[in-house]
């Protein structure tokens, strides 16, 4: 039988914690953003609730802080506002991983594919050690493209992805996205 590597929060140890209802409902929905058709999640309102912002970095503190992870990666932008904070409370460090030409000195990067073409994540030469455990974590999870080049980058360099982690995945990524076998912790659906 094959290990279920999607989880929901809500599914997996914290049905029924209201910690989640409140993160959910902190997500402003924006619709029509950035094009026609899309219901953008924005995160910037959970920022702003101190209290949902705070369970949100404790859920995943919880999860993370008896895994032995000593890397938390943070994939631009939105990743760097939750990485840091996990990072600090598990005793990892926390490492960017950038769009191109955005971090000084020799990098490695990786491509990815977009629904219109493709882009890149770099990550600082020497950032990470081989045999580093690391996190990955992101806002948000739709296609799983930007999440399979940071763990592409992080194993080049010799590092054990443990997981992904995102606060918003779409229900649809449960079944679809193949994070190269890694296994993905997700908080809450997208709002309407």
Known sequence: MEKKREMFAGENGLQGDPRLKAISEAI?????????GIMFQDITTLLLDHKAFKD???????????????VVAGVEARGFMFGPSIALAIG????????PNKLPGEVISEA??????TDRLEM?????????R???????????????AAIKLLERVGAE????????????????????????YILVEPRK
Request: glycine share 10%.
């Open 28 to 36: 402003r929905v924006v619709p029509h953003f950035p094009k026609q």
């Open 56 to 70: 949100t970095v404790d859920i995943f503190v919880d999860r993370y802080r008896d895994m032995g992870i000593s």
């Open 124 to 132: 600082h030469v020497g950032a990470v050690q081989p045999g580093e």
């Open 134 to 148: 690391a996190l990955v974590i992101d806002d948000l999870i739709a296609t799983g493209g930007t999440l399979c």
């Open 92 to 99: 990892a460090k926390f490492v960017p991983l950038r769009k």
């Open 112 to 117: 990815y594919v977009l629904e219109y073409g």
């Open 161 to 184: 992805v443990v997981e992904c982690a995102c606060v918003i995945g779409l229900p649809e990524a449960k079944g679809q996205c193949r994070l190269n076998g890694k296994p993905l």
